[in-house]
Each structure stands twice: as C-alpha cells, then as structure tokens.
C-alpha cells in the first residue's frame, strides 16, 4: 500500500474516484450497466464512457483525462475485449497512469479465464493476430498492449465464476468502498507522523475481507493510540452498517460500570432502539443476538482488564462477517489469554516530525521558526523525547 498520507493529500484533487473500464457492446447494457448503478448508490464518483465517444480505434482525449482524474480503475474483462484496439489502447493508458501516477487498478474477470490474457492464447491470440496482421508497420504499439494486458491480468481481481451477479456486484462494491476510506484526508495536526502508522495499522486490519478480526494496539500513554484509532475509526465506519467508539473504558467503567458501556456500544450501532437490562450477562446475550449479523466497526479505547473484552465483545462470532475491532491498551500482555488476531505498537514521533507537532501546538505554524524560538523549540522536542501527548501539553503553555 502506498503512502497513506500522500494518497490523502491527492484523492482530494480527484474529480472522480473509479473509472470503469468495458467493451462497450459486450457489457453496457448488462453487468457494466449494473455495477455502475451500484457504485453510484454506494456515493462512488464514477466514470462511464459516452457512447458517441467510441469511435474508431483511437482513444478520445476525454478518456485519456478522466483516466488521470480518477483515483481508480476498475476493468471488466471480457471474452471479446482483446479484438478492441480501442479498449487496449484504453488498458495501455491505464496501465501507464498506473506505474507512473500510482493509479490503483482492479480487474473484474467477467467471462475470461486471467491466464488466457497473461498467455494471450485461445480467442486473445486470435485477437492479438488480426491486430499484428493491421499494424505490420506499428509494431511497438502491439507490444505496448501485450505488456499491458500481462500487467494486468496479473493483479488479483475479482472472478464470477458461477456466483449471482447481484451478490458478486455488491462484493465488488464493498471492496472499493473499503479501499477509498483509507484514502480520505486527515485533519490538521492528526497528520503529522501518522502516515506510516496508518498504513501499517491498515495491513493488519485487512478491511474488505469476509472475516471478524480484533486489533490491538499497544503502547504507552501518550503515544498516539487513541488518535490512530479514531483516524482509523472515522475513515471507516462510513462502510460498516454500524460503528461504536467506547472512549475512556478505564475510566469510564470504574466510575459508571461495565453495563452502561454495553448500553452505550448498543445504543450507538442500533440508534433508534432503547435497551433496558441490569447486568453484564444479560447485555452479552443481547449484543450477540442484535448483532451477530451485522458488519460493525468498534473501538475499545484504553482497555486495562480482559473483562472489558469479555463483556462488550466477547467472540468473534458475536458480529458480522468483515467487522473490526480495535482495542488500545498501555499493557502489552493484559490482552494475552483473549484471542487477538494482530498487534500494532506505535512508535515515537521522528526528530523532524516532533519539532512539527511542537510548533503546530506552539505557534500554529508547522514551518521553522525564526531564531528567537527555534532553538528553544528544539530544545523542548528533546526533553519530550518524540511523545505526541507531551509535544501538545508543552506546546499548549505557549498559546497567547
């Protein structure tokens, strides 16, 4: 996965986020027709090529900049595709986009086996003929299409199988949408130094899989737990049926009770419905009944007893296919006899990335700072030794 930080700092500038790529007479009116419905229901920005705009073999300009506008292409592969000089054309420059531009690229295989376009045999060499038989003079320009069909016919895609169109659009769809969350822009100071551990983090919570899975992260207090896990949180719930932060547990639960936390994890992924119960065991039976179903995101903000766990998330089977939880606790083995699928421990902020955060908290600036502060500011970004929580307090004793 690339740069989170600077696939943020892009995706902002895109007009659109897929560019949905198909043989006009093999799909419009079908399965590209209903994915493309189905992605515009979903809020996916999507481009689909006008008709009056294929005409001949080559590409209309208008593609080739709606290409570079999207963050994404997605590519329907079909039997017949390979005898379009117009759609190679069109996968050449998506390709290209992608090696030079970072342009993410997913391939749907509709009705053609992925290996037949690596190999380029049975109806794909046939197709590769009649273009070799035209082009006699231009022999680059079909070598260009071979390497891009290999290239693409190499990343992992979607496959249809014998599966329900339905069911395989809407996993489709679910997936992009889960990719695009990642890429929204971070706010402000929450940004600094936190590229890395997004990206890290997001390896370990795999979203779009069709699994339940429970991360921790681990650290000491001031780290930045809480802050990545609310980045994370507010980048992906809008792609779960439900979401629930449960900030403060520690606190929260010595001063109120654990029952009040399931009240409040209930309450906030089935907002329209009130739930009376007086104890824990009767607040497990209904989590895992109202929920078991659904595909949730939940974060347990600072954890400090295995008890928090056993009552407001209990098994993995309690929720939905493909939900997360996120844990943060400061104890690196409290979390030991529960079944954790992956740990994440943050680490200090760099030297550059520290006197940053100190100068955004200190001065709102995040620039070097004339001589009058600069060596002060590197002199407290020392004694806070790269913790985030000290930089701000630190930082927060210079605000006028």
């Known amino acids: ?77 079909s ?36 290996s037949d376009l690596r190999k380029q045999k049975e109806k794909v060499g046939e197709a590769f003929a009649e273009h070799e038989e035209r082009y006699k003079e231009d022999k680059d320009k079909i070598q260009k299409w071979r390497n891009a069909l290999t290239e693409v016919a190499n990343i992992k895609g979607w496959h249809l199988h014998n599966r ?50 429970i991360i921790e992260i681990c650290g000491m207090g001031g780290i930045g737990k809480t802050t990545l896990a609310r980045v994370v949180y507010t980048q992906m719930s809008p792609y779960f049926e439900g979401k629930s932060f449960l900030a403060d547990i520690r606190e929260v639960s010595n001063k109120c009770g654990l029952v009040s936390l399931q009240k409040q994890l209930l309450s906030q992924i089935l907002p329209d419905e009130c739930f009376n119960f007086f104890n824990v065991h009767e607040g497990n039976a209904i989590i895992s009944h109202r929920l078991f179903s659904k595909e949730v995101v939940v974060v347990l903000d600072d954890v400090d007893h295995v008890q928090h766990l056993k009552y407001l998330v209990g098994r993995q089977d309690w929720f939905g296919l493909g939900s997360r939880i996120i844990v943060t606790t400061r104890d690196e083995h409290l979390l030991r006899s529960y079944r954790i699928d992956d740990v994440y421990k943050p680490t200090t902020l760099n030297p550059n990335d520290a006197l940053r955060l100190f100068n955004l908290k200190a001065f709102d600036s995040d620039t070097m700072l004339k001589d009058d502060f600069s060596e002060l500011s590197e002199h407290i970004v020392n004694y806070a030794g790269g913790l985030p929580l000290a930089l701000e307090v630190l930082g927060s004793f210079f605000v006028r």
């Open 164 to 213: 329900h169109e339905s069911a395989f659009i809407g996993d489709i769809v679910k997936n992009i949408s889960a990719k695009l969350c990642q890429t929204y822009p971070i706010i402000h100071d929450e940004s600094v130094g936190i590229s890395l551990h997004l990206e890290e983090l997001y390896s370990k919570i795999n979203i779009g899989e069709d699994d339940v899975r």
């Open 1 to 77: 996965m690339s740069s989170l930080l600077s696939t943020s700092s892009s995706i902002s500038r895109k007009k659109y986020d897929v560019f949905l790529s198909f043989r006009g007479e093999d799909n419009r009116k079908n399965f590209a027709d209903h994915l493309y419905d189905a992605l515009k229901r979903s809020g996916i920005i999507t481009f689909r090529d006008d008709p009056k705009l294929e005409v001949g073999e080559e590409i209309a300009p208008e593609l080739f900049k709606a290409i570079q506008q999207s963050w994404c292409s997605v590519i329907i592969f």
């Open 79 to 114: 039997e017949t595709d390979a005898f379009s000089g117009w759609c190679l054309e069109e996968l050449a420059e998506i390709v290209q986009q992608k090696n030079v531009n970072g342009h993410k690229v997913f391939p749907i295989f509709y009705d053609v086996d992925p």
